[in-house]
């Protein structure tokens, strides 16, 4: 049962450089989230698909974009990568929203942005 | 907007101990209530919930009581253990965020034998 999977698991960047998030989950989910996760602020929204096909902003989007590639698999991408965005990003996925379904989540991907 | 506030840790306790993790929110009506807890290294998973009013919420030993008199939603457990060691977040989800969950900051626990 692999569940959420995230690629890569570490990364560094420097500043301005773009890169891909990977997330796919194996669970015919159809809501996929990002998350960022910072010391002190919990865990904030970037962007969530309520199903496939559809995208949404959440909480933090500036800096970022998404892709639901199909069902199975939702991407963030950062074009020009800044400082800030230096952080813990987290996948995951529910069968419903997240009030009636528990999420499920990846290990996260820990960027560094130099 | 909808809210939620914990305490601030870490929290340090030996094993056995009695914990209390406190977690109050702001929000409209009744949102449903959640604790997550993530493991050093892993991702969050779901520990409990609690969708209406005086709902207890349990798990592993975990339980959590919604009250909405005092909008809050309280983590105890009667004895810790050292695999408990993981931050917990409280979260909460209400229709008028499209069921989005809205987190805590989290409460690093670190049981020590």
């Known amino acids: 049962n692999a569940g959420v999977t995230q690629t890569p698991k570490f990364q560094v960047l420097k500043t301005g450089q773009s890169m891909t998030l990977q997330c796919a989950q194996d669970?015919?989910?159809?809501?996929m989230y990002w998350y960022r996760q910072d010391p002190g602020m919990g865990l904030r929204l970037i962007y969530y698909?309520?199903?496939?096909?559809?995208?949404d902003k959440g909480e933090v989007p500036n800096g970022y974009n998404v892709s639901r590639l199909n069902k199975r698999e939702f991407s963030l991408r950062l074009e020009s990568a800044a400082p800030s965005q230096t952080s813990v990003y987290f996948c995951a996925s529910s069968e419903a929203d997240g009030t009636n379904s528990p999420l499920h989540f990846g290990n996260g991907t820990r960027l560094t942005v130099t | 907007g909808n809210s939620v506030t914990q305490m601030e840790g870490p929290v340090t306790l030996s094993e056995e101990a009695f914990l209390t993790i406190n977690c109050t929110y702001t929000a409209t009506g009744y949102p449903s209530l959640f604790w997550y807890v993530q493991y050093p290294g892993e991702g969050l998973q779901l520990l409990l919930k609690?969708?209406?009013?005086?709902d207890k919420g349990s798990n592993k030993g975990f339980e959590a009581t919604y009250r909405k008199e005092t909008t809050s939603f309280h983590l105890e457990k009667g004895s810790v253990q050292v695999s408990d060691s993981a931050v917990y977040f409280c979260a909460l989800s209400h229709y008028n965020q499209g069921g989005k969950l809205i987190f805590g900051q989290g409460t690093e626990l670190s049981v020590k034998p």
């Open positions: 609690a969708t209406k009013a005086d």
């Open positions: 698909s309520a199903s496939e096909g559809t995208t």
């Open positions: 669970m015919n989910h159809n809501s």
